[in-house]
DNA sequence: GGCGCGAGTTCACTATAGGAAACAGGTTTT
DNA sequence: AAAACCTGTTTCCTATAGTGAACTCGCGCC
């Protein structure tokens, strides 16, 4: 079948790669999505357009299918590469952390603006931060600089009503219940407009690999 | 053929999957990394073991290339499968987006046991998934098996009480107001346990480069 | 100018991917 | 229990991806 020759696999290690065409089993990862919802073959075939036969090929890697059959696996089955190449890893992962937060029982931190509690604090090792603040800030003028920093936020008003400040935009009146999501580099500050201090929701994600 | 479980075709949905056939320049790209380390198409042969006149083709799309060649591809040129494919460089960044949902004003899905009213879904790029979901659940049986998907998930409970399942925990009472975090690859599901449908707010991350 | 040389493209051929239909178990129907 | 059906595999055949060789163009050189 695909058999690397010799001498590819001689110039790829001549040339300081990596030795490892690392095997890929897209086959056993196809077979194991298509399962996973319950299709059969003629399923995806409905829903790729390609034959019934070649999926057949494509998942007991008698074939190596095409970029283009690839792409149509992809749209047809609305998963994305990433998703079609990365399963072996995610599975040994398998990890099943938790981390619970008692109303009123996160970890506060209090500034002149706002007062933050930090929720799920215990775990050290995830991709979203999530926060729960008082938003004590009357007005714009009480904040010295834009607040501002890596990545997204996504923010919904719990308690009162806000407004929201942020850089390109005019000023954003929130009521409870509404919510937000913006690139967090933006400058942005928050204050409440309520008799009482505003609450709100926020979840941040955390640096990435640029 | 079983519909994919509630929250899974929700992040599908939310993820954009429209029925855009991505033209996805596959070619463009490749000499665009090419030309970028000064490489000539004999070089990238050496490198990579394809043909020149294979590369070539591929360059000008005129051939589709064999998911093998793309994988010499990657090795032999060092580097990963997104990379090739993600052209316009998320390097334009320093962006300023947002999306404003008002209370009552996302994008509803409704399902058996849940009603999801997915948030901020004008964005179409973000890394995380906001979500309001009424729980109509009340028993752990009326799921089929149990919710899953890639990445992490946080939860908190906006109104009423509920019952959390985990695959690999004892069920967890959460009163309103009370939160949680979890990696979302472990099964679960929820159920009501307020005499109204109690109401929750999730924010889960999305898939990512590996 | 002719000549050599190294870049990319095109050609002609072989290897292989993709598709229609036939085949081989199972399960359900009657 | 045969018939009708599904599902997945296998068999051809055609369309196309991959290859080495031939070709083309530009550039420097004496």
Redo the contacts with the bound molecule.
């Keep these: 079948m ?1 058999e690397t020759n010799d001498q590819d696999a001689a110039l790829r290690i001549a040339s300081g790669r990596k030795p490892f065409v690392e095997p890929l089993r897209l086959g056993e990862r196809l077979r194991e999505i298509r399962l996973a919802n319950q299709w ?3 399923d995806v075939s409905q829903r790729t ?6 999926l ?5 890697d008698q ?4 970029f ?2 690839v792409q149509k696996l992809i749209s047809g089955l609305g998963i994305d590469l990433p998703q079609l190449l990365s399963p072996p890893r995610q599975q040994a992962r398998t990890t099943g952390r938790r981390d619970l937060t008692r109303r009123g029982h996160g970890e506060l931190h209090p500034t002149p603006t706002y007062e933050h509690e930090l929720l799920s604090c215990e775990l050290a090792q995830k991709r979203m931060i999530p926060f729960k603040t008082i938003v004590r800030a009357r007005r714009f003028e009480e904040f010295s600089e834009w607040v501002r920093h890596d990545g997204e936020e996504f923010l919904m008003v719990l308690e009162g009503e806000i407004l929201l400040y942020t850089e390109f935009y005019e000023p954003l009146q929130l009521e409870t219940g509404d919510s937000i999501y913006f690139d967090s580099a933006m400058g942005h500050a928050l204050v409440s407009t309520s008799d009482e201090d505003a609450v709100v929701l926020s979840v941040c994600t955390r640096g990435e690999a640029a």
Tied chains: 1, 2.
């Design positions: 695909t059969t073959l003629e357009g390609l034959a019934r036969s070649t057949s090929k494509i998942e007991n074939i190596s299918p095409t283009t059959a």
